[in-house]
């Protein structure tokens, strides 16, 4: 999941002004398709994990996700940037020490 946020960061990078020009239509669908991903990553993860962390919206991923998935137009392209630029990040941070959580119970 980390790995689908730090790809979000690297269109972030890019710039606003990049994100939403006339040629900007790949990184806003990229960002859309990173969305569809990181939900499904999330769906993957142990339910008793998921209660541990529960500053992770869970239930407002999947929310999004479906939105996406099924091709709504109204989901607006800033709201996903917003999320991506004020959001994201910090979910990144809980998310690795997540994984680290996973895989010391796999090990």
């Given at each position: ?102 895989e010391g119970n796999l090990?």
């Open positions: 999941m980390a790995g689908f946020i730090d790809r979000a960061a690297e269109l972030v990078a890019l710039g606003e002004a990049r994100h939403f020009s006339e040629a900007g239509w790949i990184n806003r669908a990229a960002l859309k398709s990173l969305f569809i991903d990181l939900d499904s990553a999330a769906k993957k993860v142990p339910h008793d994990i998921r209660e541990r962390y529960p500053e992770v919206p869970w239930r407002e991923l999947s929310g999004v996700r479906n939105l996406l998935a099924h091709g709504y137009e109204s989901v607006q392209d800033r709201i996903l940037w917003n999320t991506a630029v004020r959001q994201l990040p910090a979910m990144g941070a809980v998310l690795e020490r997540a994984a680290d959580e996973i090990a």
